[in-house]
């Protein structure tokens, strides 16, 4: 693979962003350009252009999906990282034993307040935001999509 770099940086994936999108687009102003040329079947060209714009926004917001999917795994193994490295075992009993928010939460601990509030979530069922309501010292995550 080359050296990664301002100019190579960027990732495109070309089925999706080189033909579907583009294909969605281009029918997307031809259905709004007939709408006005074609009045006798205004309707149908409306009905199309909103099937095509949905088509395009379903495209969007699936990607968001995956994104956040995939983030949401990444805050799950930096969990169970972050557990070995505290405690010295492994965290799949715990893991279970835990709501998303409430590992998600945990992030903005620091160490010694990770230990306290864990231990309050597996006792009490705390949520997530009781979690955070209850840091003393806040450790940011500026990363988070």
Do not use: C
């Not at 709408?35 to 252009?49: A, E, K, R, V, Y």
């Not at 395009?56 to 968001?64: E, G, N, S, V």
């Not at 983030?71 to 405690?87: A, G």
């Amino acid at each position: 693979m080359k050296e990664q770099n301002y100019r190579n940086h960027r990732k495109f994936y070309p089925p999706h962003h080189f033909i579907y999108l583009p294909i969605l687009i281009v029918l997307e102003i031809f259905g709004i350009y007939k709408i006005t040329d074609d009045p006798g079947n205004q309707l149908t060209w409306i009905l199309f252009s909103i099937v095509i714009f949905l088509l395009f926004y379903l495209a969007f917001m699936t990607r968001q999906h995956y994104a956040l999917g995939l983030q949401n795994r990444m805050v799950i193994l930096e969990f169970k990282q972050r557990y070995f490295e505290i405690f010295n075992k492994r965290s799949d009993e715990i893991v279970d034993q835990l709501k998303f928010d409430q590992i998600a939460a945990l992030r903005f601990t620091y160490d010694d307040e990770f230990k306290e509030l864990l231990e309050k979530a597996l006792q009490e069922n705390i949520s997530g935001d009781e979690i955070k309501r209850s840091i003393k010292r806040w450790r940011a995550d500026l990363l988070r999509i």
